[in-house]
């Protein structure tokens, strides 16, 4: 059987830079260690991790100025395939800092690039012309970019009978969910959007009510899915694991404690375990393992940041023998 392509967009991606402080403390001059700068943004953090899995990736990207230029060359040090459209603004880069007298993280994140129209239009012509299975839109909007283009991007990709995964937040993710149900109105054969991976935090910010215990969660995705907006609701839930629910099922399964280096790509590092299980055609509580094993070798990974597929599969391993709860 071939290996399932998963193609990802990043319309806003970044260069990381991390480091350490002894402490942060305002007005004083912080002098930090450990530094390291590597590309970033969600679908960029997907495609890396699907191809530590063994799996086939492609990296679609919008990439500006030095910047950008310097972002491409990292992703070329990855081996990781990608394409780009060329920006006239230049790329964003985002810091992390963590101030290791308090065990705290500080996470600075510029708005970025603003897109042109034609960028944009160029942006749609390269995702109609990538060949692929998934198509996994993660992060934010950068400015010059309609609310609803990740609408747009996963009517896209139904035209082109890829399945769409939208990993985003506010009003970039509501306009997708608002084209999914009116996909649904007007008889679509499929829905418009395959998954999405909100965290606790952005199913309350949908369901405009806070959620505190699992049942709230699950009613919430429920709603979602029963609204044909969704086929799938994966909700990560930090340290408690995960909660998947689909039109006949919900299941929780737990995570594993974890030593806590940085959270970090955590979120990207769950979808892309999750996706590439679901392609390669597992059963939804197999990708539900994989996503929190993949997540949780982030989380735990050393100032390096490097994940091993050996550490993944030995957690995945582990969570294959933990009972899920059903919902």
Same mark, same amino acid.
């Given at each position: 059987?071939?290996?399932?392509?998963?193609?990802?967009?990043?319309?806003?991606?970044?260069?990381?830079?991390?480091?350490?402080?002894?402490?942060?403390?305002?007005?004083?001059?912080?002098?930090?260690?450990?530094?390291?700068?590597?590309?970033?943004?969600?679908?960029?953090?997907?495609?890396?991790?699907?191809?530590?899995?063994?799996?086939?990736?492609?990296?679609?990207?919008?990439?500006?100025?030095?910047?950008?230029?310097?972002?491409?060359?990292?992703?070329?040090?990855?081996?990781?395939?990608?394409?780009?459209?060329?920006?006239?603004?230049?790329?964003?880069?985002?810091?992390?800092?963590?101030?290791?007298?308090?065990?705290?993280?500080?996470?600075?994140?510029?708005?970025?690039?603003?897109?042109?129209?034609?960028?944009?239009?160029?942006?749609?012509?390269?995702?109609?012309?990538?060949?692929?299975?998934?198509?996994?839109?993660?992060?934010?909007?950068?400015?010059?970019?309609?609310?609803?283009?990740?609408?747009?991007?996963?009517?896209?990709?139904?035209?082109? @009978?890829?399945?769409? #995964?939208?990993?985003? =937040?506010?009003? !970039? &993710? /509501? *306009?997708?969910?608002?084209?999914?149900? $009116? %996909? +649904?109105?007007?008889?679509?054969?499929?829905?418009?959007?395959?998954?999405?991976?909100?965290?606790?935090?952005?199913?309350?910010?949908?369901?405009?009510?806070?959620?505190?215990?699992?049942?709230?969660?699950?009613?919430?995705?429920?709603?979602?899915?029963?609204?044909?907006?969704?086929?799938?609701?994966?909700?990560?839930?930090?340290?408690? @694991?995960?909660?998947? #629910?689909?039109?006949? =099922?919900?299941? !929780? &399964? /737990? *995570?594993?404690?974890?030593?806590?280096? $940085? %959270? +970090?790509?955590?979120?990207?590092?769950?979808?892309?375990?999750?996706?590439?299980?679901?392609?390669?055609?597992?059963?939804?509580?197999?990708?539900?393992?994989?996503?929190?094993?993949?997540?949780?070798?982030?989380?735990?990974?050393?100032?390096?940041?490097?994940?091993?597929?050996?550490?993944?599969?030995?957690?995945?391993?582990?969570?294959?023998?933990?009972?899920?709860?059903?919902?």
């Amino acid at each position: 059987m071939a290996q399932p392509r998963i193609i990802t967009l990043t319309l806003n991606p970044t260069l990381d830079a991390e480091t350490e402080a002894s402490s942060i403390q305002p007005t004083h001059k912080i002098h930090t260690s450990a530094e390291r700068v590597e590309a970033g943004g969600g679908g960029i953090n997907v495609a890396r991790m699907v191809r530590v899995l063994g799996g086939d990736a492609l990296a679609l990207i919008l990439a500006g100025g030095s910047t950008g230029r310097d972002l491409e060359a990292e992703l070329d040090r990855l081996a990781l395939p990608w394409q780009s459209v060329e920006i006239a603004h230049r790329t964003r880069m985002c810091l992390t800092v963590l101030d290791r007298s308090s065990g705290l993280e500080y996470r600075f994140v510029p708005q970025g690039p603003v897109v042109s129209d034609s960028e944009w239009r160029a942006a749609l012509e390269l995702i109609g012309s990538a060949g692929g299975d998934w198509l996994v839109a993660s992060g934010s909007l950068p400015e010059g970019l309609p609310e609803d283009a990740y609408a747009q991007v996963a009517q896209l990709a139904a035209r082109r @009978g890829l399945r769409f #995964v939208l990993d985003s =937040s506010g009003a !970039a &993710l /509501a *306009a997708a969910l608002r084209a999914g149900r $009116s %996909a +649904v109105a007007t008889q679509a054969d499929l829905p418009l959007i395959e998954l999405i991976k909100p965290s606790l935090r952005e199913l309350e910010e949908l369901a405009a009510r806070p959620l505190p215990a699992v049942a709230d969660q699950v009613e919430a995705a429920r709603h979602l899915v029963r609204s044909g907006a969704v086929r799938t609701v994966a909700v990560t839930l930090g340290e408690a @694991g995960a909660l998947l #629910v689909d039109a006949t =099922s919900a299941i !929780a &399964l /737990a *995570a594993p404690p974890e030593p806590v280096h $940085s %959270a +970090v790509g955590a979120g990207d590092a769950f979808l892309a375990g999750f996706v590439l299980s679901l392609a390669r055609g597992d059963l939804p509580r197999h990708a539900l393992a994989w996503g929190i094993a993949a997540g949780g070798a982030v989380v735990a990974a050393s100032a390096d940041r490097h994940v091993e597929r050996a550490a993944i599969e030995t957690r995945y391993r582990h969570l294959l023998e933990l009972t899920p709860t059903l919902l």
